[in-house]
Nanobody, 124 residues
């Protein structure tokens, strides 16, 4: 099993920045890709960003491209999501996810482990 703990959420004004962290523990050697998803009130969970731990390749949802950056610190078993130029539409609970598949992409079903989520609220 892999345990994921997110942190860094909070309340920020539009145009501001936040950095989310996802600390992984347990059988982390079994994970090959990490992703961030989010769920806004009354909406479906949507893909935000992902990173392949083997190849370093990153992908982003169109809605966050150019504003969000996913990165990793292997020594700390931690993945980050730097979020800049936030707007109220980014308000959601953000979830970290881990996959055994090195090429895991945008689908929730591709990820095996999930964190508990961290709330991000952007005020206008």
């Amino acid at each position: 099993q892999v345990q994921l703990v997110e942190s860094g959420g909070g309340l920020v004004q539009a145009g501001g920045s936040l950095r989310l962290s996802c600390a992984a523990s347990g059988r982390t050697f079994s994970t090959n890709a990490m992703g961030w998803f989010r769920q806004a009130p009354g909406k479906e969970t949507e893909f935000v960003a992902r990173i392949s731990l083997l190849y370093g390749k990153t992908n982003y949802a169109d809605s966050v491209k150019g504003r969000f950056t996913i990165s990793r610190d292997d020594a700390k078993n931690t993945v980050y999501l730097q979020m800049n130029s936030l707007n109220p539409e980014d308000t959601a609970v953000y979830y970290c996810a881990a996959s055994r598949q090195p090429l895991a992409g945008f689908g929730r079903h591709e990820y095996d482990f999930w964190g508990q989520g961290t709330q991000v609220t952007v005020s206008s």
